[in-house]
């Protein structure tokens, strides 16, 4: 049986809303170590070269990366909102490459009807400071979550005292 043929659909800069679901998008692929696969070019690799793939980034920390950054802990949320697209960008230069070639040669949006791709007349950077911000806005998102468990279990703590 063949497989299906997704539709493709060209994100533009105009879209802000596709934009953004598109960088979630990709950001999920990268943090959740479906990084591997996809090449150092970022196109997606056929099934049995994902393997090999996946065991470099393992190696060299391509695969945990950007989960490892999502979930650092910081001690007030003020740390993490202070934290900048050019801090991220400096930190996130390794796999620059293969995440601007996974949005130009596209993603599986969640619902499994479409491939996002970022039209061409998208520039680079845009896309790269794009999902910057999408890591930068995870990271505070998570921070404030795990900010507010640890007060609850205090005050739980306290109570129980």
Request: charged share 35%.
């Amino acid at each position: 049986m063949a497989e299906k043929e997704w539709e493709r659909i060209a994100v533009k800069i105009e879209d802000i809303e596709q934009m953004i679901l598109m960088s979630d998008k990709v950001l999920d692929e990268v943090m959740m170590g479906c990084i591997s696969s996809y090449d150092e070019n970022g196109a997606p690799l056929p099934s049995e070269k994902i393997k090999e793939q996946g065991e470099k980034d393992f190696s060299n920390g391509a695969r945990k990366l950007v989960w490892d950054i999502v979930h650092e802990k910081y001690k007030i949320l003020d740390e993490v909102l202070a934290i900048t697209a050019n801090d991220l960008e400096k930190r996130l230069a390794p796999l620059k490459k293969r995440i601007l070639g996974i949005f130009r040669s596209g993603v599986l949006e969640e619902w499994y009807r479409f491939y996002y791709y970022a039209d061409d007349t998208v520039p680079d950077d845009w896309l790269f400071t794009m999902f910057l911000m999408r890591v930068r806005d995870r990271m505070i998102v998570l921070g404030a979550q795990r900010m507010h468990n640890d007060d609850e279990e205090r005050r739980a703590e306290k109570e129980d005292v």
